[in-house]
Structures are given as C-alpha cells and as structure tokens.
C-alpha cells in the first residue's frame, strides 16, 4: 500500500539510473574537454606553427592575423 511521503521500489530506481546517467555523461564531457580538447588544439596550433614557415614560392602564405588563420596570394 502506498503511503503519502514514501517512494515506490520504481522511484526509487528511476532516480539511482538518471543519477548514474547524469554521473557519467558529467564525467565523460569534463574529460574530454579537459584533456582531448586540450590534445586537438596543441597538434592543431602545431600544424599552423608549421605551414607558417612554409612557403612555395610566395604562392600560399598563411598568416595570422587576429588568431584567425588566412590565405592570401593564391
């Protein structure tokens, strides 16, 4: 029998799964954009760095101007 102010076996589950959910997608966002992000935008700063000193004869220079990257002379 249900009484007022007592959760149901069903409940009480439901709010132990959307917890553990919850747990997990927080877990999995905070690594990531703590530590995978932080790995792209290395190797991705890396490859500018690079094609920056690189030239083809004045064809394709890219340059940074304002941390956007450009093309110009193509």
Same mark, same amino acid.
């Given at each position: 029998? @249900?009484?007022?102010?007592? #959760?149901? %076996? ?5 709010? $132990? %799964? ?12 905070? @690594? #990531?954009?703590? @530590?995978?992000?932080?790995? $792209?935008?290395? &190797? *991705? /700063? &890396?490859?500018? &760095? ?5 030239? !083809? ?5 890219? /340059?940074?101007?304002? !941390? *956007? #990257? ?5």
């Amino acid at each position: 029998m @249900f009484v007022p102010g007592q #959760y149901s %076996v069903t409940a009480k589950v439901t709010v $132990v %799964v959307t917890a553990a959910c919850s747990a997990v997608a927080a877990a999995l966002f905070l @690594f #990531y954009n703590m @530590f995978m992000l932080k790995l $792209v935008k290395r &190797r *991705h /700063e &890396r490859e500018i &760095r690079d094609a920056e000193r690189w030239e !083809d004869d004045g064809d394709v220079v890219i /340059e940074r101007e304002r !941390d *956007h #990257y450009t093309r110009r002379g193509v």
